[in-house]
C-alpha cells in the first residue's frame, strides 16, 4: 500500500518568514496529492490539492510543488502569520473515492 | 458536497465501559467511510474502513470495532475501553478525489 512521509514534524518560523513542509510518497499509481489544515480541536480542513498533471499550484500565500518522477511534493507558505500556527498533514491518494493516505503531521508555530 | 454528523461531540468514560459513537453523511450515497483516532498531539490513525453496507476493513487490531448498518451510518464500538482508547475519534468520507471529516468526538477515559 501507499506510504507518505512527511517532514519535519514541528517547525517554528518567525511571522512573516516562509514555512517549507515535505513528503514523499511510496505508490507511483498516486496521483492526487492533497494538503490539509488542523487548528487545535477542530477537525483537518482540506486547503490546497494538486492533481499529477501539475507540477505547481499556488492560492494566495500557499503554493504545493510535485515532483512525480521523485515522488515528492512540498507546501509552501509565504508570509506567515499567527493564524498559520496549526498542524499540517499532507497526503496522497489514486483518485476515484479511494482511501487517502496521510502524513504523520506537521505542527508549524509562527512566532509573532 | 457531503456533510459529515458525529455524536456525541464530548464524551468521559470510565475504564471497562463501553462505546458507540455514531457517524452519519448527507448528500452522497454510497460513499467509502472511515473511522480515524487521533492521540493528543499525534497524528491520524487510520481504525476502520468501509466500501459498503457490512462491509469493514480493519487497519489495526484493538479491542474496537466498527458496523455499518445503513449505506450512510457508520458506528464505532468497543465492549471494554482501556485508558489507551482516549484520543479525538474523526469519521470520514471520499468525494471523487478529497476526504472530507466529521467534526470529531473527544473521547476522555478515566
Known amino acids: 500500500g501507499e506510504n507518505v512521509e512527511q517532514h519535519p514534524s514541528t517547525l517554528s518560523v518567525q511571522e512573516g518568514d516562509s514555512a517549507v513542509i515535505k513528503c514523499t510518497y511510496s505508490?507511483?499509481?498516486?496521483?492526487?496529492f492533497p494538503w490539509y489544515k488542523q487548528e487545535l480541536g477542530k477537525r483537518p480542513q482540506l486547503i490546497i490539492d494538486i492533481r499529477s498533471n501539475v507540477g505547481e499550484k499556488k492560492d494566495q500565500r500557499i503554493a504545493v510543488t510535485l515532483n512525480k518522477t521523485a515522488k515528492h511534493f512540498s507546501l509552501h507558505i509565504t508570509e506567515t502569520q499567527p493564524e498559520d500556527s496549526a498542524v499540517y498533514f499532507c497526503?496522497?491518494?489514486?483518485?476515484?473515492?479511494?482511501?487517502?493516505?496521510f502524513g504523520i503531521g506537521t505542527k508549524l508555530q509562527v512566532i509573532p | 458536497s457531503q456533510t459529515i454528523h458525529q455524536w456525541p461531540a464530548t464524551l468521559v468514560q470510565p475504564v471497562g465501559s463501553p462505546l458507540s459513537l455514531e457517524c452519519t453523511v448527507e448528500?452522497?450515497?454510497?460513499?467509502?467511510l472511515y473511522w480515524y483516532r487521533q492521540a493528543a498531539g499525534r497524528g491520524l490513525q487510520l481504525l476502520f474502513y468501509?466500501?459498503?453496507?457490512?462491509?469493514i476493513s480493519s487497519e489495526v487490531p484493538q479491542n474496537l470495532s466498527a458496523s455499518r448498518p445503513q449505506d450512510r451510518q457508520f458506528i464505532l464500538s468497543s465492549k471494554k475501553l482501556l485508558l489507551s482508547d482516549s484520543g479525538f475519534y474523526l469519521c470520514a468520507c471520499t468525494g471523487p478525489y478529497e476526504q472530507y471529516f466529521g467534526p470529531g468526538t473527544r473521547l476522555t477515559v478515566t
Open positions: 448528500g452522497t450515497s454510497n460513499p467509502n
Open positions: 497526503a496522497a491518494s489514486t483518485g476515484g473515492y479511494q482511501k487517502v493516505t
Open positions: 505508490d507511483s499509481a498516486s496521483n492526487y
Open positions: 468501509s466500501v459498503g453496507i457490512g462491509q
